[in-house]
């Protein structure tokens, strides 16, 4: 404070004082300048005076003017030096591009492989609506014609209300999942907003699967649960309604017999259906132990024969059986074929009328064993041959029904051949009969 107040009413040491501050400020603005110049020089000289040498002496070398000069410049030590230390900075920003753009490239290729082969389609639409990418699989399975090619167009086409603007802005609280039918195909489409790189939306991606197969599996199982619950409670009806009138009426012992038949009928027709209901649940859940082994499937097939002679002789059938000399045992489970065999034998007693023919051949091609069964009998429609192994599918239900069938006797003698490395095939023309060819693996 005293020295302040010196200086004040002191002028002369006052102006001294400001000379000095000015000399130590400008010596400081000097030394900057300075030390900016020597770092320009020495940039210059290290970095940019090599380059401008490099390219004028590649000019020169291109127009032919002091070829010679040049080309010692450029054969000189520091020429060299610079040379080298420029290569390999070049080299390895080249080698760091060239990395990364391979890498791009191989995820480029992978994505798009991917997308080539999936099964299920996938569509990329732009903000606009148009498509800017779409896979094989989505062209098939929405059968996309060239003129479609926008948002709009595709769905109005496949009458699926959803509209664009309310995925990508809406996301939240719109439906973003549409289960659609087109033609004989079931498709179930998911809808989701993409964004760019600035975190604004995009476009719209699609993915498009087909559940043509789960929603037929779940048809059959539906069908499968109905069946079950009419097959038991058409038995249990009878059953439940004979007892009552029994219980509640006296009769004479000749009705009360015949009433008495009937519900042992069908008690035993309801007993088989489960039998067969369990059999076809252990099929199912692989618990069956098969106890395979060798033996003569011509004698099997006469022994089948014999044990529906009965049945035969009433309806005056023929029934011829003719077994190939020499036929390899085969190797499988006994128990299991034979009820193939009384299956399919039974089946042509039942559908061939009074009077009609059966003809059993036994023979062997390869390595395989066969049993042709032909009858003359009532035949199959062709529309229904695709479907008479699904199981309590029936051609006349109530024919079938009042025969005693189940509706799965094939269906089961398919999966015993199955697991026996067999196979069935079946023709049939109606009025003129049906071919049933069972093969087996003989023993090797």
């Known amino acids: 404070m005293n020295k302040l107040i010196e200086l004040e009413s002191n002028p002369q040491m006052l102006g001294e004082t400001i000379n000095k501050g000015s000399i130590v400020f400008l010596i400081l603005t000097i030394t900057y300048v300075l030390i900016c110049i020597l770092i320009i020089l020495f940039a210059s000289k290290t970095i940019v005076n090599p380059l401008k040498k490099l390219i004028k002496s590649a000019e020169k070398i291109s127009d032919g003017n002091d070829v010679e000069q040049d080309i010692k410049y450029l054969d000189s030590k520091k020429s060299k030096t610079e040379i080298d230390e420029l290569y390999k900075a070049f080299n390895l920003m080249t080698s760091g591009l060239k990395e990364n753009l391979n890498e791009v490239t191989r995820q480029k290729k992978q994505i798009e492989t991917i997308l080539l082969h999936m099964t299920d389609g996938i569509i990329a639409f732009n903000i606009d609506g148009s ?20 948002f709009d167009k595709i769905f109005k086409k496949l009458k699926v209300d959803i509209n664009m603007e309310k995925i990508i802005y809406l996301e939240n609280w719109t439906s ?31 993915l498009i699967q087909d559940i043509t197969e789960h929603v037929k599996l779940d048809n059959m199982r539906k069908e499968f649960v109905a069946d079950v619950s009419h097959e038991l409670k058409t038995p249990l009806t009878s059953i439940l309604g004979y007892a009552e009138t029994l219980s509640e009426t006296d009769y004479d012992e000749e009705i009360r ?75 499988a489970d006994k128990d299991g074929i034979e009820r193939v065999i009384l299956n399919i034998l039974s089946n042509s007693v039942k559908y061939t009328g ?14 395989d064993a066969y049993i042709k069964v032909i009858d003359n009998g009532i035949g199959i429609p062709e529309k229904d041959l695709d479907r008479i192994f699904e199981r ?24 015993i051949l199955d697991r026996n490395d067999g196979r069935i095939d079946i023709k049939s023309k109606v009025h003129e009969g049906t071919e049933v060819v069972i093969t087996i693996p003989t023993k090797n």
């Open 131 to 150: 498509i800017i990418h779409i896979n094989p699989a989505a062209s098939r399975l929405l059968r996309i014609t060239g003129s479609e090619n926008t």
């Open 176 to 206: 973003t999942e549409v289960k659609v039918n087109v033609k004989d195909s079931y498709l179930n489409m998911f809808f989701a907003p993409f964004k760019d790189e600035n975190d604004r939306p995009a476009g719209v991606m699609v």
């Open 257 to 331: 017999q015949k009433f008495l038949g009937v519900i042992s009928s069908e008690a035993v027709r309801m007993t088989k259906l489960v039998n067969d209901l369990l059999t076809l649940s252990k099929f199912d859940n692989d618990n069956t132990e098969w106890e395979k082994t060798e033996f003569n499937l011509g004698e099997l097939v006469k022994q089948c024969q014999q044990n529906l002679q009965i049945e035969m002789d009433k309806k005056n059938q023929k029934v011829e059986c003719f077994v190939t000399a020499n036929v390899p045992n085969v190797f």
């Open 392 to 415: 309590f599918y029936r051609v006349d239900k109530a024919r079938t029904r009042a025969m005693g069938g189940t509706g799965l006797g094939l269906s089961i003698a398919k999966e």
């Open 354 to 367: 009074e009077g009609g023919t059966i003809k059993i051949y036994v023979g062997f091609v390869y390595n």
